[in-house]
């Protein structure tokens, strides 16, 4: 049976953060409320990266090679030839057991004028254990569209998302071969001068590694002269590093730590009352959950090494694909 184009709108609906839900009914940001506390607040560890997991990747391009004929690719449902119309549709979809998650192993897609597939929406396999190992992933860890969504990869299908480093999202090799597919399935112009594309990509999983996350992916592309499919150049081979490191996965959402916890962070009761408050809002940034930490001390003559013990363990929760406002993490242990 052939499967439909995906068509995805793409659009995020934005939230505006507003100041006068904060605690105390504060609005707006306000100046710290001295030198020290300025410098408490700023200094390491509270605006600490995450730097307890190397992030190195190996990526590299196969070397270029003449566009060849190739057997049967895309090798699915269209095979044979193209589909009738326009759009972007999965020729091939395999999955695999990756230590208990049902992930995607194989994905071969054609295209041809693809409706842009939006930005992730939804939590691949894997992306959980991220969040509980490392709180704060912005910058760090993506939701990797398989089938880039200028191509028609939707964002909403976790068929079509898998973690990885930013440094793989953003590997030369890779963006050139997206590139050069988007170029051959879309014509400015003149839609009607596109080629009918295909984008292959092979995903493998290392038993070791943490449940639906790769450990390398390569990928090629192609098109269709008319009479068959056509390779395009050399394939892209991704890899990355085992993320588990073998300590405890420490980060829960903030709306899990209770005051008694915060006590026991170092806070005295009333600052853990004030800090619940503050940890059960949202922000637009890092920045801004500083800045009403920093108000709640001068309006409350608070400070002491217990509160600051807490703060250092908090992190807003910021995404690299959907606007704010967010909450914050807390490194439990």
């Known amino acids: 049976m052939q499967m439909q184009p995906v068509n995805q709108s793409g659009s995020e609906k934005k939230t505006t953060h507003a100041s ?6 504060k609005e707006g940001t306000v100046a710290f409320a001295s030198a020290a506390m300025q410098r408490k607040m700023t ?3 509270l605006a600490e990266k995450l730097t307890d997991y190397n992030e190195t990747a190996e990526t590299h391009t196969k070397p270029f090679t003449p566009a060849t004929p190739v057997q049967r690719v895309p090798g699915g449902q269209f095979a044979d030839d193209p589909p009738n119309a326009d759009g972007m549709y999965w020729d091939t979809v395999t999955r695999t057991n ?8 194989e994905i071969t897609a054609v295209m041809r004028n693809p409706d842009y597939g939006g930005v992730p929406s939804v939590d691949p396999p894997g992306w959980a254990w991220l969040k509980t190992k490392f709180g704060k992933l912005k910058g760090t860890w993506v939701r990797f569209h ?6 028609g990869g939707p964002g909403n299908d976790t068929d079509n998302l898998v973690p990885t480093l930013h440094a793989l999202n953003h590997n030369g090799g890779w963006r050139t071969l997206e590139d050069n597919a988007k170029d051959s399935a879309t014509d400015e112009d003149d839609a009607n001068d596109s080629t009918w594309t295909y984008v292959e990509v092979d995903l493998d999983y290392d038993d070791g590694y943490p449940a639906g996350i790769p450990s390398t992916i390569d990928a090629k592309w ?5 009479n068959d499919w056509v390779q395009s150049g050399g394939n892209v081979h991704l890899a990355q590093n085992d993320p588990d490191d073998g300590d405890n996965n420490n980060y829960l959402p903030a709306a899990q730590i209770t005051q008694g916890r ?6 005295s009761l009333f600052e853990a009352q004030v ?5 059960d809002d949202q922000y637009d940034d890092q920045d801004e959950f500083e800045q009403y930490a920093a108000q709640e001390e001068a309006d409350d003559r608070i400070g002491s090494d217990g509160w600051y013990a807490a703060l250092n363990r908090m992190y807003v929760d910021e995404d690299d694909d959907i606007d704010g406002p967010y ?3 807390v490194r439990n242990s």
């Open 327 to 329: 909450g914050l993490v």
């Open 222 to 226: 192609g098109y269709d002269d008319g």
């Open 20 to 25: 006068a839900q904060k605690v105390g009914g």
């Open 262 to 267: 915060l006590q026991e962070f170092g806070c």
């Open 98 to 105: 990756h230590n208990g998650s049902n992930v995607p192993e």
């Open 43 to 45: 200094e390491p560890p």
């Open 146 to 151: 398989i089938i880039n969504a200028e191509l």
């Open 275 to 279: 800090l619940k408050g503050l940890i």
